[in-house]
């Protein structure tokens, strides 16, 4: 004989039922909120801070279509101190900094921890360089991508990655004087690229873990330049490109680890 739930047990019981899992459906929406923040700044010695808590934020400019995150937040002016730290999985960074070419000295500091991050710095352009202007980056986590796009003479690139695998780290930089700057501990099959486009640059990666990428590109100017990589970990690959008209190119090499493969040409021309 079957029995009925229609009784006032098996109604309570539906009951009970229909309410979790109304409740669990409202806590996945509030996971799955996005916060965004919009930016366009004008002026020198700002003090910016930013602080996001969660997953899928962003900070960007207004978006010209939809909802989309590929508009930078812009910021105008010298001497700014910009400070950004996002917690949480699948979060955006979309920042553009545009300094007076003469002064400049803006600092951006930016932490981001957690997965799938995506952060992209944009300091100067070829219309309107940027100088003496230092960029910060620290990430944790896995999958995340950091990219930092400098044009404009004296300025610094740092990006640090700790405590994943499959992470991305990039410094794009032309100008005079430039440094650039990216150290990965812990994780691995990272992929590291410093692309510096400069009289008298310096590059350095320093990288434990296996199977990572590195790729360091160096060309421009008649100064020569310098590149520094220290390695630790088995199966990690390295290129290491440095091109200019005349001067002394260097590359300091350290490796610890098995079945590496590495690369390296110089040229004056």
Do not use: E
């Amino acid at each position: 004989m079957k029995k009925s739930l229609t009784g006032a047990g098996g109604l309570s019981r539906k009951l009970s039922a229909i309410l979790l899992s109304a409740v669990m459906l409202i806590a996945g929406l509030s996971l799955a909120a996005d916060n965004s923040i919009y930016i366009d700044q004008a002026g020198d010695g700002a003090t910016i801070s930013i602080n996001q808590d969660g997953s899928g934020n962003a900070i960007r400019g207004l978006p010209g279509v939809g909802t989309s995150n590929a508009t930078p937040a812009t910021i105008y002016g010298d001497g700014n101190q910009v400070s950004v730290s996002q917690i949480g999985s699948s979060n955006t960074l979309k920042l553009g900094i545009n300094t007076n070419t003469a002064v400049g000295q803006s600092t951006v500091n930016y932490t981001t921890t957690g997965m799938n991050t995506n952060a992209t710095i944009q300091v100067g352009t070829p219309q309107s360089p940027s100088t003496a202007n230092t960029i910060n980056i620290t990430q944790s986590g896995n999958g995340s991508t950091a990219n930092v796009k400098s044009i404009g003479a004296g300025n610094t690139g740092t990006i640090n990655t700790t405590g994943g695998a499959n992470n991305t780290a990039v410094l794009g930089m032309q100008g005079d004087n430039i440094t650039g700057s990216i150290a990965v501990t812990g994780g691995g099959a990272n992929t590291i690229a410093l692309d510096l486009q400069s009289p008298g640059g310096a590059a350095t990666v320093t990288a434990a873990g296996a199977t990572n990428t590195v790729n360091v590109q160096q060309t421009g100017g008649v100064v020569g330049h310098q590149a520094t990589v220290d390695l630790t970990g088995s199966g990690n690959t390295v290129g290491i490109q440095q091109q200019g008209s005349a001067g002394d190119n260097i590359v300091n090499l350290r490796s610890v680890g098995s079945s590496g493969t590495f690369t390296i040409n110089q040229n004056n021309r």
